[in-house]
């Protein structure tokens, strides 16, 4: 294939061509097939001078995926995303080249659909009320995917600064939700609380959480950021996206081994686990720790390829194809 014939997928048409629910769908149905997270080899990180450049290869299914992502901090004061980057869809047996995608619309929906799945699968079914900490692209985007798997009617905005906690909490009314700006306090009377944010150590005293509260955390990939104290990975229920990145990359689950939390208690079940045994109950908290794993991304752009019809089109290997695609592989 010539490779000016490969189309480009932008961050509009993608959020246009997959919906939360069939991004939820697609990733739920990766997991299902027990080779979602599995033999995925771990991100490949450069540090560069105002950032760091990621590299994610996956397969799903007939798909190979590799995801180049570049992070940097200060890009959002300069008005451009702090995420960006392609991800470039391949056939897996030819490996001739499918599709570029825009990394961080897709980073933002993917990320999102995994923590919706997530809570679908802790969170009591009549949760309700919901603490978003941060109030960026990521936030705004876990609003609408919890909401589409649970009855979220009330959220509390906790934002660093004023004016985007703002903007987010009258989008938010403007939607119908009862939409406020609160602190860190809200998590009281919180049923889920979505950690969206940059921060490098706790965003709330987890003792203060309901018995039956959800936490999701998916602000980092570091192993020296955190969102979430030691106590609660001491305390709740904790499910990642697979022990294998969570041990190597999340420092909510590392800094705690760290100040003592046995490493065999530390991580209670693998997000695949709760596929096949959902844990939703009153005992004690869960909490979901995600990093990303670039074989979510790879699921959500197979499934606006072909939304699109991009996987079909005249010189795109597809006698292998199949209308549901298992996942295999790693954002």
Not at 20 to 45: C, F, K, M, N, W
Not at 110 to 118: D, E, I, K, L
Request: hydrophobic residues 45%; contains cysteine.
């Amino acid at each position: 294939m010539n490779l000016d014939e490969v189309p480009v997928v932008g961050a509009e048409k993608l959020a246009s061509a997959v919906s939360y629910p069939e991004a939820i769908h697609a990733i739920s149905a990766a997991l299902r097939t027990q080779v979602g997270a599995g033999d995925t080899p771990l991100r490949t990180r450069t540090e560069m001078s105002h950032g760091h450049l990621l590299y994610m290869p996956s397969q799903v299914g007939d798909v190979v995926g590799i995801k180049l992502a570049s992070v940097s901090p200060g890009n959002p004061k300069l008005g451009l995303p702090r995420i960006q980057g392609l991800v470039a869809l391949y056939d897996s047996e030819t490996l001739q080249p499918i599709l570029l995608a825009d990394a961080s619309g897709l980073t933002t929906l993917r990320t999102a659909a995994v923590s919706a799945v997530a809570v679908d699968n802790l969170a009591p079914c009549t949760a309700s009320t919901l603490v978003v900490f941060g109030a960026g692209p990521q936030s705004r985007s876990h609003v609408s995917a919890i909401s589409s798997v649970r009855p979220i009617r009330q959220v509390t905005v906790v934002g660093r600064s004023p004016e985007p906690t703002r903007s987010l909490v009258a989008e938010l009314a403007a939607s119908g939700l009862q939409a406020q700006a609160g602190t860190p306090e809200a998590v009281r009377s919180a049923d889920i609380v979505a950690c969206c944010t940059s921060a490098t150590s706790p965003l709330f005293d987890s003792s203060e959480l309901k018995a039956d509260a959800t936490v999701v955390a998916i602000g980092s990939h570091s192993p020296q950021a955190r969102e979430v104290d030691s106590a609660l990975v001491e305390r709740a229920y904790v499910v990642v996206e697979s022990r294998a990145s969570a041990f190597a990359e999340a420092g909510d689950v590392i800094l705690a081994c760290g100040e003592g939390v046995p490493r065999q208690h530390a991580v209670d079940a693998e997000l695949a686990d709760i596929i096949r045994e959902p844990h939703i109950g009153a005992d004690r908290p869960r909490l979901f720790k995600g990093v990303g794993e670039a074989w979510a991304d790879v699921a959500v752009a197979v499934a606006a390829a072909r939304k699109l019809g991009l996987l079909d089109r005249p010189g795109v290997a597809t006698h292998r194809r199949s209308d549901t695609v298992p996942a295999k592989g790693l954002s």
